[in-house]
């Protein structure tokens, strides 16, 4: 029987480029056709109720039900115009990939016809029978209910043939059971803090919107090769596999020429997220054989977050169709960089005023430099929180690995800032400042260049970056919801808005001139933050010595660091900002810690399976077959001569039984700490009982059948090598 492994090769190699057939018109046409928008809003919709959906799309107010009644009347012509049979309410559940659950548009009437039947009250509010979905103990199953309702902030569309309606998803008692609730708290907490504090500046600013631009890279692999590795197909990455003689180490791959096959994978899925309305812009190959990056135009964070979610969704579903499979794990091969997402996060006035953006003034300069350090100093004081939002047992493999950044937050300025902030610390006095101090430095402060090209991308190894007019939050995982990371940073930042701003009025209360009080508190935050600034290279050991030596945070073990989400700190912060409740912290930190637990009981089984049913079995073939040789060349040869011609085979059947008899051995006690771990009830205990002693095997399992690999006949081997899983495309 040809083996699995060499069927896949063979059909993998024999594929072709798709044709994609390109929409016959520009795409500024087709652009958003199956986004239920302003422009179709106005179309579908009578002008009380789009001016009531506008509404609550600007202020957050809420659509009653009257209104509701004509939006769904409205949107569900549209939908059906674009050919939508069914409907489902479209959500983030804390599984991390995004529900849905289709309902046909038409119901019985009577015995001879069906009627399109959707009213408001479906379009506000759905029941799923969701008590599958993660709760983390919030959701007593006598209470089981949970409940999605409509987000009017993000717009429905059409996929496929149904018409997906953004929604939030809460429990019978208000609870959150997802991302997206918290996500909008915190644009609302961030937005009341950036408003108030931007008024000092400019009285006529009335909304502030959180700006997000995520960069997503993933790899690609030919799902015949795919699906001879049980280990991808259950875990999202290689648990074996020996590194390929070529990977990365000609750096050739990175910007590189785009392979065919692989350009009509993204041709396709760039038209079908346009035709979705995500402004999707920027593709390359990534630094890792068979890793690309795509990037859209930044937009309003919360419909960010979901233009997220659905490109993901939208690749694997296009991905099919090329005969290809997504990788969105973190660390899918080892030895080759890993996956990221890194997140640009900025704040955006009313009026398209860039608030991290230095200006042509010292009025804007003040401004920019007033929400410039509160950002860094949040970052600082709430460096655990940071990590928190980002580690997973995914990203955990990618983080610190030369790679990417480490887990230790720092913020990245650039010479340009940093000469900036050192300037006005030693610049502005305690004392009260005559008026000649302050209009010089009005205009120093007025001398911040607007553009910093230098400045953008020199260091690729800090997690927390300026580059020029926005933060980038590179710590992210590839897979990751950035709802969570977005949280984090919203309300973390709106904290010392907030703070800023009551630093400010006391001040100012005490007589000091507000332009003055601006100047000292500023300073203040540069001086509480100053440790966070590291402009290194945060991939080397000597930063992990340093910052230790700073205070700084280096903890980076993932259960202690998914604590740090409900730890007393975090907690205070989210309660003040109103984003989580204790309950709904607590319940997150469950179900972050059992997640963990779960993905490693899959991939130690996983492992476990593959060790005894795939590679001893073959390996002991290949000894057989040596054994074979050995005793042939014993009946030919004489005694002496026997010896020297049969020593490497001997080396070799020796070498696979020690080894074969350590992954024996090895996949035994991990099985036996496996079963230890399971009886442990609590949940923290049982994950620690897992990361400490289940996870080790992992890595030492994997280590003996690597070695296996490289002296088995390649013949027989029965799982696609990483130079195949790598090249072939
Ligand atoms: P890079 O050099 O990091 O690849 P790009 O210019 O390609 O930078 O931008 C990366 C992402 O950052 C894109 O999604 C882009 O739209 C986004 N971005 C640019 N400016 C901003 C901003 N002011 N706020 C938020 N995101 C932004
Ligand atoms: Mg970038």
Known sequence: MESLRFKSIEKAISRQPLEVTFPSVKTSE?????????TKMREYLSQEAFGSVMEAIEKGTK??????????????????????????????????????????????????????????????QQEPDASSFPSGGM?????????????????????????????????????????????????????KAAVDLCNYFDKSVTSVNVALGCEQEYFLVDDA??????????????????????????????????????????????????????????????????????????????????????????????????????LFHEKPYKDVNGSGKHCNWSLITDSGTNLLSPGKTPKTNMSFLAFFVSVIKGVYEYQDLLKSSIVSLGNELRLGA??????????????????????????????????????????????????????????????????????????????????????????????????????????????????EAIFQTIKKFILASKK????????????????????????????????????????????EMRVFSQLELEARLEIDIEKYNKKLQIES??????????ILPTVYRYQNMLIENVKGLKELFENSEYEKLSSTQKAS?????????????????????????NKIEQNELRARQYSEKVKPYLDEIRYEIDHLEMIVDDQIWPLPKYRELLFIR
């Not at 049980?230 to 791959?253: E, I």
């Not at 089984?605 to 795939?614: E, F, K, M, P, Q």
């Open 653 to 677: 059947i020796k070498e696979i039984s020690l080894r074969s008899a350590m992954v024996n051995i090895k996949v035994n006690n991990m099985i036996d700490e496996r079963r230890q771990a």
């Open 532 to 575: 966070i600034r590291f402009d290194g290279n945060s991939y080397s050991e000597e930063w992990k010595k340093e910052a230790e030596q700073r205070g700084l945070s280096v903890d980076d073990d993932v259960l202690d660091l998914l604590r740090a989400i409900a730890s007393p700190t975090a907690m205070k912060l989210f309660l």
């Open 63 to 124: 659509v009653d039900r009257k209104v509701s009644n004509q939006v769904s009347l409205g949107m569900k012509a549209w939908a059906l115009d674009r050919g939508a049979t069914h409907y489902t309410h479209w959500f983030h559940p804390l599984t991390g990939a995004t529900a849905e659950k289709h309902d046909a548009f038409f119901e019985p009437a009577s015995d001879a016809y069906v009627l399109e039947n959707f009213d408001g009250s479906k379009l506000v």
């Open 402 to 515: 030369s790679e990417a950044p480490p887990v230790i937050m720092s913020v990245f300025l650039g010479q340009e800032m940093n000469r900036v902030l050192d300037d006005l610390e030693s610049r502005v006095s305690g004392r009260k400042m005559d008026p000649d101090e302050k209009t010089e430095l009005k205009l120093d402060v007025g001398k911040i260049p607007e553009i910093m090209p230098d400045n953008t991308d020199r260091n690729r190894t800090s997690p927390f970056a300026f580059t020029g007019n926005r933060f980038e939050f590179r710590a992210v995982g590839s897979s990751a919801n950035v709802a969570s990371p977005v949280i984090a940073l919203n309300t973390i930042v709106a904290k010392q808005l907030k703070d800023f701003k009551t630093e400010v009025d006391k001040l100012t209360e005490k007589g000091v001139k507000k332009d």
């Open 30 to 38: 087709y652009f958003a056709i199956n986004v239920f928008n302003k």
């Open 225 to 326: 090769l795919f699906n001879a590795r049980p280990d991808l197909k259950l875990t999202d990455r290689t648990l074996m596999g020996h590194s390929a003689a070529k990977d990365q180490q000609l750096a050739d791959h990175y910007f590189g020429y785009i392979p065919m096959r692989v350009t009509a994978f993204m041709r396709e899925f760039e038209i079908e997220a346009y035709k979705l309305g995500i402004p999707v812009k920027t593709r390359h190959n990534e630094v890792a054989p068979n890793q690309y990056e795509c990037a859209p135009v930044y937009e309003e964070a919360n419909l960010a977050v979901d233009h997220n979610q659905l490109l993901m969704t939208l690749m694997k579903r296009v991905a099919k169709k090329h005969h290809f499979k997504v």
């Open 139 to 191: 959701r007593n199953t006598f209470e089981a209910r949970g409940y999605t309702a409509w987000d009017p902030s993000s717009p429905a569309f059409v996929m496929g043939h149904t018409l997906c309606i953004p929604s939030v998803y809460v429990s019978f008692k208000g609870d959150s059971l997802d991302y997206k609730t918290p996500l909008l708290k915190s644009l609302e907490a961030i937005e």
């Open 605 to 614: 089984r996983v492992l476990g399976d593959l060790a005894i049913n795939h």
